[in-house]
């Protein structure tokens, strides 16, 4: 007699509960579609644009965070090395190369999420294109790991997984339709600590 109802019920709660699971798995997965990427590292430039999928503009309205607009900037974030391996805190790594052309840039380091990683006071957790030494033709190379060093260098100590976020301010790229051919700096593993 209660067979049929109770049946239905769970059927009803499985629906329902893995619709909901789904779907929040899926805004936590993505920033949504149309990203763009060049080597290691990928952007989404329509994320804050009124063209934004309906999974960017959820994602976007979840997390509460202001994201620049098409014309103020763009947002680069790299999980992976050159090599595809997934970025550690108990690595070293060295950026090299240059950025597309910006009025500033900042590079630092977050964890997986996307929060910064933080230091201890008097050690840097990220640098930026005024504080960052150049060489004659422009490129740069910057140190991240948990050893200071001379010239740029950004402290990363920790156990869990990392991520890159660099940052480019006033870009004429944010604009550009071929974005695709833009030069990226290289992120190389240097080493591992217990490998």
């Known amino acids: ?105 900042t590079l630092r380091v977050a964890d997986a999420g996307g929060a910064p990683v933080l230091s201890p006071p008097l050690f840097p957790d990220s640098l930026n294109s005024w504080t960052t030494l150049r060489r004659t033709d422009g490129s740069f190379s910057i140190r991240v790991n948990a050893t200071p060093e001379t010239g740029n260098w950004i402290r990363l100590d920790t156990q869990a997984g990392v991520s890159f976020i660099l940052t480019l301010i006033d870009t004429p790229t944010a604009a550009s339709a071929s974005m695709v051919d833009l030069d990226m700096p290289a992120i190389t593993r240097i080493g591992c600590r217990d490998a």
């Open 1 to 105: 007699m209660f067979r049929l109802p109770v049946l239905v019920l769970l059927t009803l709660a499985i629906a329902f509960g893995g619709g909901a699971w789904s779907a929040a798995r899926m805004l936590k997965a993505t920033s949504g579609f149309g990203a763009i990427e060049l080597g290691a590292w990928s952007a989404y430039p329509e994320l804050q644009t009124s063209n934004a999928d309906p999974f960017a503009r959820a994602h976007r309205a979840g997390d509460g965070h202001i994201l620049l607009g098409r014309a103020e900037g763009l947002v680069f974030t790299a999980l992976t090395d050159e090599t595809g391996a997934a970025l550690s805190g108990r690595c070293a790594y060295e950026i090299s190369g240059t950025t597309p052309p910006a009025r500033f840039w």
